[in-house]
């Protein structure tokens, strides 16, 4: 017996390609990995199944987080600053998304495609829209490097967005694991966006591992609860060379103009508009947020007056000429 | 503008030695490539120089306005753009408000706490010809190194007097004054006090390591200024005329394993705010790469010599110290910043209060003279002295006053592991 996907399939003796036929699946939409090695496309006829193989087919599915915006990611120039999760997807979010909150980046998720009439998230992307394949579903480094190496065998090219998690109820990221994948994975020329958990120390480890960008959480992951770790995030836009991309928790416009505003290079959402009233509106209006909050971080925010003047004696007095 | 006269001949020089002391000073061609490495000077991987060069060659003071300088003020935090304007003369008729700015950065990051150390000069014994410079190995001074006993000696008589942190130093000597020299020194040291800090002729980073090893935990080496071709014109010869070897001193120290490295400029001997620029950007862009080390910046003015008492800091008058100083806490809130005993009493006093954090006291740049200057008395014997000090306040003297002015005097807060 052969492991497919998680099921013990009498598939031995097959090649892979009168597998995958057989069974309906679309081959240009999928990725495959026989005992953790991708295999080609072109070798899929001479590969022959045996007992005891385990086998992953994948495509994409929705699932991930969001973000979009004009600045430079791994060589790439984008003119919006909202990057789209697709953890919560639907044709109309993915269309307004697009069209009213001017998305140029949508994350994927990869997953198993168990049914070879799975719709592909693919069909409703515009051509001209990157897509940031995410590494959800991931337990550790390992994990997410075969995921990575399966997005890309599923040709959206070498951006991965990192997500390790560890635990199903709150779905925080686990920065030991990201730091060991992102330094795997930026060393086989991955351009590497680890979402993490804002801490000073593992967004220099990712910096030096060589990632492309740094991702911290506003705060848990679909919770639309704002910017509960602001201090911290300020903290690595001042200290870290590299863009801050604000990812998870975003809740409002408001609040993805306020990181903006405090020099975030981009926002990442999905919860938020996806569960809005209206959602082509609440699109709308996060470009408008963000773009507000980027001009305002880049016209230098006024002063903030502290209560109350200190009627001390002048400090310069004993200066002499 | 106004410009010192360094260049003193002394009558004790042979011919030959004046002979080749007076080409180097009039023909650039004599001197060696100030840029290039000698043999044995280790070369770092490293791109801070680049950095630190590029943003102030491009750095034109005269651009910024009071606008500049206000929106510097109001912003919660300094960015290097508001730095360069908090240093330009746009910002001179704010220079209170950056006090007040400063000392409250100041008791942010320090309290009222202010440090005291003091220096203690082994040897005086230099091979370099810095033309500024009181030791330069032309200057006809008293020369001694202090044996062991004689250190012991020095290091129990300031020790009695109550200082807990000492910082060693040397003239520029490989051979009169050797690492292994300097190790011992530092042995000695970690028994009389509890914080051992260097300043001498800079090393390897395995020679880092060893003097870490032998019980000294900071490094400072003053790069004087960073304009490299008016740098090239005051060190005409010796080690320390390779002007990367001594800027990258502060990177191989970390690299050996110091805890601590401190800056400066010798402000007067090129152009100050420029100076002041590359100082504090050598500081940030290190922090950022060695986040874990601490960081902390003198700010010393050029002082009369033996032999040559006109030498003075030109436009560098306490008014734009006070700039410099205030500037650079505003700009690096978090880093320790030492004032000499180069500047007088009243600025030290005033300086305290607004960002200075660590004071020299019981201070001689003499060798081996700690009793006879503690005592009163004159010691013919002593090494003559590398700059005319401005504030001889005792250790007693500098504790009471720092008290008197509210601030606690701190002796030492600082655990060697």
């Not at chain 1, 639907?90 to 001017?102: F, P, Q, R, T, W």
């Not at chain 1, 070879?116 to 995410?134: A, F, R």
Request: hydrophobic letters at 40%; glycine letters at 8%.
């Amino acid at each position: 017996m052969v492991q497919i996907n998680g099921e013990s399939v009498n598939a031995a003796g097959k090649n892979l390609k009168e597998y995958l036929e057989e069974n309906g699946y679309i081959i240009e939409g999928i990725a495959v990995e026989l005992n953790e090695l991708i295999v080609p496309k072109d070798k899929y006829g001479e590969t022959v199944l045996s007992d005891g193989d385990v086998v992953e087919i994948v495509s994409f599915v929705g699932g991930g987080e969001e973000e979009s915006d004009t600045f430079v990611l791994g060589g790439k120039e984008f003119s919006s600053r909202f990057i789209l999760g697709s953890g919560k997807y639907s044709m109309e979010l993915i269309k307004a998304a697009v069209e009213n909150a001017g998305a140029q980046i949508i994350t994927l998720a990869v997953r198993r495609t168990n049914t070879k009439k799975n719709e592909n998230i693919l069909d409703y992307i515009p051509d001209n829209v990157t897509l940031l394949p995410n590494t959800s579903g991931a337990r550790d480094a390992k994990e997410a490097v075969r995921i990575a190496r399966m997005s890309r065998e599923l040709g959206c090219g070498n951006f991965v967005k990192i997500e390790i998690m560890r635990d199903s109820k709150y779905l925080l990221p686990d920065n030991v694991e990201t730091v060991k994948a992102t330094e795997m994975l930026a060393k086989e020329g991955f351009v590497v966006l680890p979402y993490m958990y804002p801490d000073l120390y593992v967004a220099r480890e990712l910096m030096n591992a060589g990632a492309a960008a740094v991702m911290p959480l506003a705060s848990p992951i679909g919770s639309n609860k704002g910017l509960a770790t602001k201090e911290f995030i300020q903290i690595l836009i001042d200290e870290i060379d590299l863009p801050v991309i604000v990812d998870a928790g975003i809740g409002k416009p408001s609040q993805a103009c306020e990181a903006m505003e405090m020099g975030a290079a981009a926002i990442m959402a999905n919860t938020a508009i996806a569960t809005a009233g209206d959602i082509p509106s609440m699109a709308g209006a996060f470009k408008s947020a963000i773009e507000a909050g980027r001009s305002a971080y880049l016209a230098g925010l006024g002063r903030v007056l502290e209560r109350g003047a200190s009627a001390s004696d002048p400090l310069t007095g004993f200066l002499r000429d | 503008m106004a410009q010192n006269q360094f260049f003193v001949d002394s009558d004790k020089l042979s011919t030959a030695a004046l002979e080749h002391k007076h080409l180097l000073e009039s023909d650039p061609s004599a001197r060696t490539n100030h840029m290039e490495y000698m043999p044995g000077m280790e070369k770092i991987s490293s791109d801070i120089m680049d950095k630190v060069l590029d943003a102030v060659s491009t750095y034109n003071y005269e651009k910024y306005t009071k606008t500049d300088v206000k929106r510097a003020l109001d912003s919660q935090t300094c960015s290097i753009e508001d730095f360069k304007a908090l240093l330009s003369p746009a910002a001179m008729p704010f220079l209170e408000q950056m006090a007040q700015r400063a000392k409250s950065e100041t008791s942010k990051h320090f309290g009222n706490t202010v440090y005291m150390f003091t220096p203690l000069y082994i040897a005086n014994y230099c091979e370099n010809y810095c033309i500024y410079c009181g030791f330069n190995c032309y200057n006809d001074i008293n020369r001694k190194k202090l044996n062991a006993q004689e250190i012991e000696h020095e290091m129990k008589v300031i020790a009695d007097s109550g200082i807990e942190e000492i910082l060693l130093l040397t003239g520029e000597s490989r051979k009169m004054s050797d690492v292994k020299y300097i190790g011992e020194a530092c042995k000695m040291a970690s028994k009389y006090f509890r914080n051992v800090g260097l300043e001498i002729y800079p090393v390897n980073s395995d020679e880092y390591k060893y003097l870490h090893e032998c019980g000294a935990d900071y490094v400072t080496v003053f790069q004087e200024t960073y304009d490299s071709v008016k740098y090239e014109t005051l060190h005409l010869m010796g080690h320390k005329r390779v002007f990367p070897y001594r800027f990258e001193a502060q990177e191989r120290a970390i690299i050996g394993g110091m805890r601590g490295v401190a800056f400066s400029a010798l402000l007067g001997l090129a152009n100050f705010r420029k100076d002041a620029l590359a100082t504090a950007l050598h500081a940030y862009y290190l922090q950022r790469k060695y986040p874990h080390v601490e960081y902390s910046l003198s700010c010393p003015r050029l002082r009369p010599i033996i032999n040559n008492d006109k030498i003075n800091p030109l436009d560098v008058h306490e008014k734009e110290l006070c700039q410099v100083i205030c500037a650079y806490r505003i700009f690096l809130p978090y880093i320790g910043i030492t004032v000499s005993s180069r500047e007088e009493k009243h600025f030290r006093d005033g300086i305290i209060k607004i960002a200075a954090t660590k004071v020299s006291a019981g201070v001689s740049t003499g060798i081996g003279d700690h009793e006879s200057k503690y005592e009163g008395w004159n010691d013919e014997d002593a090494g003559d002295e590398q700059f005319e000090i401005s504030d001889a306040r005792s250790f007693d003297e500098m504790y009471g006053d720092i008290a008197a002015e509210g601030l606690q005097p701190v002796l030492n807060d600082y655990v060697y592991v």
